[in-house]
């Protein structure tokens, strides 16, 4: 049985996905980390690019981002295996 992921604040969380409404890889990397938080017990949170200006300046062509512990571990889309091999070094 898994447990729910924590879903936290960005400042708070380990993983953090930039997404945009409408975005279908956005939806699919979303699924994946919270398989995978579910799994190790780490917080994520998601963020709405297009809230941002900078942010959408700077990551427009490249959401669904990624990041683990506030850097960027991915863009487009997120591979489980990867991303638990990240959580798993930066604990």
Request: hydrophobic share 45%; with cysteine; glycine share 4%.
């Amino acid at each position: 049985m898994t447990e729910t992921p924590q879903v936290v604040a960005a400042e708070a969380a380990r993983v953090v996905v930039l997404t945009r409404a409408g975005c279908h890889l956005c939806e699919v990397a979303e699924q994946v980390v919270e398989q995978v938080v579910a799994q190790t017990g780490d917080t994520w949170a998601a963020i709405d690019v297009d809230a941002d200006p900078a942010l959408a300046a700077r990551y427009t062509d490249e959401v669904p981002v990624t990041f683990v512990d506030g850097r960027q571990h991915d863009f487009w889309r997120v591979d489980p295996d990867r991303l638990r091999a990240a959580l798993a070094r930066s604990t």
